[in-house]
């Protein structure tokens, strides 16, 4: 149970933008962003490092739990069930295990409102009204908290959608639409929940601004492989900015001059140059073994592979970076790396997976992480190494059948993006003078700023740092 300071009572909202980098807020669209650009003005402001992986699950949980994603354990969208061959499992809200900021403030009487948040599905009790996440399966689940609330979102909002479902496409019309449209929906959700609910702490997060990233970012960044000089769709970033901020705007008009408003962003974005086709090379390379070699010009899942497990020492996932896990005696059901060669295998295909170069050559200045050594424990099961490719300007592909280890289409689908690692956060409290521009935080200090913020004591358990 938190401990409360008397005398400090500060209601706290804050606004999650997914991908959003830095240099958009603070300078790239500061001009076309009033809003934002007016708290800026009188807030405390910088770079927000994020987790690593840098992506949405496990960054989100990370940020309002204040745990790293070993102590969370889960290491991404999917992850490891067993210590078996199977498919991962999605880490949806039943994988977070750990109290975020809601659910301490809860405990101490303090009324929510959640709108929007990863892992929020299936949905949990919490002191106040909970809409889920992106990842809900539609609006016939049991998406709120309290259940009856559900009639209450759907009579005002019956096209209530939770996120811009099938976002890889070609159709780009039909996507910058249906961002728009669901962003519009759930932001005046929001505000409404904001005008008719009591509240001390609320928090929304907004998934479009990742979603425009993804499908549009070649239509955005000049050094874009594909970018084209005067495409009409050039300005869909920019102007889909305008529009989150103008109802950052309109949430600003019913809040009252106690709040403390914080903006955030779990990571940010690159543009994506190719994806390295994981498994195909740890299968030249001899690091996994097939009964079968894969069909060139036919696109193979890895699952559907016909995989020599016995002969196999490592294989991987795709995603917007690498996953290899080892297959050890004793651990996997067929392993064949001795427990005490591990080791060695790390430190050798470290070296190997750092020597990738680019189609052209040159050196892609490849990143491998072991998770025992960024994290401060390792719950359930990581993988073995973590590999972020070409600075993050590669993915990782785990489909094979591509007749080579490099590929310029995505295996999901249409996609412009990566993630980058530094995401941004924006502090403005309306009684205190910002500090303008300040060193980079990590995101793991975002719930105990928040909690500080409230006027309550910091678990000791909490990895992350008040931001002053």
């Excluded at 300005?235 to 709040?259: F, L, N, P, W």
Aim: include cysteine.
């Amino acid at each position: 149970m938190l401990r409360w300071l008397r005398g400090k009572k500060k209601r706290v909202l804050v606004i999650g933008l997914d991908c959003v980098p830095p240099h958009f807020v603070f300078d790239e669209f500061r001009e076309d962003m009033p809003a934002l650009r007016q708290l800026t003005n009188g807030g405390t402001w910088g770079t927000l490092h994020s987790s690593v992986p840098c992506i949405t699950v496990p960054a989100w949980s990370s940020m309002l739990s204040s745990r790293d994603p070993g102590s969370l354990g889960f290491y991404g969208f999917r992850n490891r069930a067993a210590h078996d061959y199977d498919a991962l499992r999605v880490a949806d809200g039943s994988a977070v295990k750990h109290s975020r900021v809601w659910d301490h403030l809860s405990e101490a009487g303090k009324q929510n409102i959640v709108v929007g948040v990863p892992q929020t599905y299936p949905v949990r009790p919490i002191n106040g009204h909970l809409v889920s996440g992106f990842l809900t399966p539609g609006t016939g689940s049991a998406f709120t908290f309290p259940a009856v609330y559900k009639s209450s979102v759907l009579k005002q909002f019956p096209d209530y959608a939770f996120d811009a479902k099938g976002f890889r496409t070609e159709d780009k019309t039909w996507l910058r639409q249906t961002i728009s449209d669901v962003t519009d929906v759930q932001f005046k959700l929001f505000r409404h929940m904001l005008t008719t609910q009591p509240w001390d702490f609320a928090m929304f997060v907004n998934m479009g601004t990742d979603r425009i990233h993804h499908g549009f970012w070649r239509h955005h960044d000049p050094q874009h492989r594909l970018y084209e000089p005067g495409h009409a769709l050039n300005g869909t970033i920019r102007e889909y900015y305008k529009q989150v901020d103008s109802h950052i705007a309109d949430i600003m008009s019913v809040i009252d001059d106690d709040t403390v408003v914080m903006v955030v962003s779990d990571h940010g974005v690159t543009r994506m140059d190719g994806a390295i086709c994981i498994n195909e090379w740890l299968w030249r390379e001899g690091w996994l073994a097939l009964n079968t070699p894969p069909p060139e010009s036919t696109i193979t899942r890895f699952e559907d592979m016909d995989v020599d497990w016995p002969n196999t020492r490592a294989w991987s996932t795709g995603g917007y970076y690498g996953r290899i896990f080892f297959n050890v005696q004793g651990r996997e059901p067929q392993g064949s790396i001795p427990p005490d060669g591990v080791a060695d295998a790390r430190a050798e295909l470290t070296t190997a997976l750092k020597a990738i170069p680019a189609p052209d050559g040159t050196l892609l200045h490849t990143q491998v992480f072991e998770p025992e050594h960024i994290y401060t424990e390792t719950n359930n099961i990581p993988p073995d190494l973590m590999v972020y490719f070409g600075d993050l300007h590669w993915r990782c592909v785990g489909s094979m059948g591509y007749g080579g280890i490099y590929t310029f289409e995505n295996d999901t689908g249409p996609d412009d993006a990566n993630h980058s690692p530094d995401g941004m956060f924006l502090l403005h409290d309306p009684h205190g003078r910002g500090r303008g521009e300040i060193a980079p935080h990590q995101l793991m200090d975002i719930a105990p700023t928040i909690l500080q913020r409230m006027g309550g004591d910091v678990p000791a358990d909490m990895q992350g740092r008040i931001i002053d």
